[in-house]
T-cell receptor, first 114, second 108 residues
Framework: DADVTQTPRNRITKTGKRIMLECSQT?????MYWYRQDPGLGLRLIYY???????NKGEISDGYSVSRQAQAKFSLSLESAIPNQTALYFC?????????????FGSGTRLTVV | KNEVEQSPQNLTAQEGEFITINCSYS?????LHWLQQHPGGGIVSLFM???GKKKHGRLIATINIQEKHSSLHITASHPRDSAVYIC??????????FGKGTRLSVIA
C-alpha cells in the first residue's frame, strides 16, 4: 500500500455539487497538506494541518474546507463545486523534525467540474 | 510572500548531456526541497538541503543561502530523467512554496 493514499483518483462532478476528496497516510507524520496544481501555475497550498487540532488556511482556501479526522486522515471538501476548481489535487505529509522535513505526496486526484 | 523563480521553464537535452536547472527565491529560508514530477503526475522528493551540496546518484543539488539561489544538476542525462523538476523553499516552520517547475525532455 502507498504511504499516502488519495481517493478518488479521478472524479467528474457537476457544478454546484458537494464533493469530498480523501487522504490517508501510514507515514505517522503529524503534518498534512492539500495542494492544487493547474497547468503553468505550479502547486498552490489550499489548507494545512500540523496536528489533529490544528487547521490553517493556505494561499487559495476560498471555496474549500477541510477536516482532520485523525492523525492519519485529512479530507478536502468543495462545498459547491465550480468549473474553475477543475485541477489536479495533491495531498502531502511531512514530519516535524527540524532537521528532516521530508515530504511524501499522494498520487493525486484529477477533478473535473462540468 | 516568497517569490520563487525557476529557469529554464523548458529544457530539451541529448542523452548524456550535463543539465543545470536554477531556482531563485526572494526571502530568507531555512531549507529548500527539490522534487520530481513524473509524466504520470506522481511527485517524489529528491533532496532537502539547507547549505552546501548534496549528491544522489547522478543528481547533485547545491544551495547558496546568502545569494538565495539553488541549482539542480544532472550528469550523464538519460531519457528516464524526463520529468518536471520543482524547487520548493521553506521559511522556518511554514509549508513549502513551490516554483512552477522546469520541464525536462532528454532525447536518445
Amino acid at each position: 500500500d502507498a504511504d499516502v493514499t488519495q481517493t478518488p483518483r479521478n472524479r467528474i462532478t457537476k457544478t454546484g455539487k458537494r464533493i469530498m476528496l480523501e487522504c490517508s497516510q501510514t507515514k505517522g507524520h503529524d503534518r498534512m497538506y492539500w495542494y492544487r496544481q493547474d497547468p503553468g501555475l505550479g502547486l498552490r497550498l489550499i489548507y494545512y494541518s500540523f496536528d489533529v487540532k490544528d487547521i490553517n488556511k493556505g494561499e487559495i482556501s476560498d471555496g474549500y474546507s477541510v477536516s482532520r479526522q485523525a492523525q492519519a486522515k485529512f479530507s478536502l471538501s468543495l462545498e459547491s463545486a465550480i468549473p474553475n476548481q477543475t485541477a489536479l489535487y495533491f495531498c502531502a505529509t511531512s514530519d516535524r523534525d527540524g532537521a528532516n522535513y521530508g515530504y511524501t505526496f499522494g498520487s493525486g486526484t484529477r477533478l473535473t467540474v462540468v | 510572500k516568497n517569490e520563487v523563480e525557476q529557469s529554464p521553464q523548458n529544457l530539451t537535452a541529448q542523452e548524456g548531456e550535463f543539465i543545470t536547472i536554477n531556482c531563485s527565491y526572494s526571502v530568507g529560508i531555512s531549507a529548500l526541497h527539490w522534487l520530481q514530477q513524473h509524466p504520470g503526475g506522481g511527485i517524489v522528493s529528491l533532496f532537502m538541503l539547507s547549505s552546501g551540496k548534496k549528491k544522489h546518484g547522478r543528481l547533485i543539488a547545491t544551495i547558496n543561502i546568502q545569494e538565495k539561489h539553488s541549482s539542480l544538476h544532472i550528469t550523464a542525462s538519460h531519457p528516464r530523467d524526463s520529468a518536471v523538476y520543482i524547487c520548493a523553499p521553506r521559511a522556518g516552520n511554514t509549508p513549502l512554496v513551490f516554483g512552477k517547475g522546469t520541464r525536462l525532455s532528454v532525447i536518445a
